[in-house]
């Protein structure tokens, strides 16, 4: 059984944690920085650390810190994640962001993308990225969209400029179910496997 870092002093996010992994992984539970620090320097195999962000007054220092652990990958979570907050941290090595009460199906999603070198961000914050950091009001057409269906052209467009998939449906007026259907197949043939890859082929 795999091992993960549970790096947290709140009871409520532990036991939340606990409850959603004690089946799919060996769970070692550290609640103080320099114990963290400590265990990354004695143990140097690869490592996910689910890194609960409210058990730390210094954020950008402790991340700054964990920089020197290399074979550590380190996963941010915050009871009330703040996008603009969020979207500071993303220079500074972390592999995603997300609630700290992410139910157990996505948490496990997030890690096993993870594992499989992709990062995760929480849905809102990906698209706060599109938004701020890659619309583009000239849009070249990229190579893959010959490969669409006039609908997914459309959809792939709405994606690229930031829609949820809650917008596009309601724009498109189909159903959500139909939507993700569109983007799993855009995804596909555009050889991506999130939002912002797919933004950035229109760059």
Known sequence: MKKIVLFTNMSSIKKHWESALKNSYKLIVIEEFEELTHYLKKHSGKIIVMFDEMSISHIEDALQKLKEYPHATVLLFNAVPELHHASTLLGSGIKGYENSY???????????????????????????????????????????MSFLTEKEKSIALMVANGLSNKEISQREKIALSTVKGHIHHIFEKANVTDRISLALKFK
């Not at 996505?106 to 914050?125: I, P, Q």
């Open 102 to 144: 992410i139910n157990k199906e996505n948490l496990l999603k997030m890690l096993l993308a993870v594992e499989n070198g992709h990062n995760w961000l929480f849905a809102d914050l990906t698209y706060f990225i599109i938004n701020k950091y890659m619309q583009n009001k000239n849009i070249d057409e990229p190579e893959f």
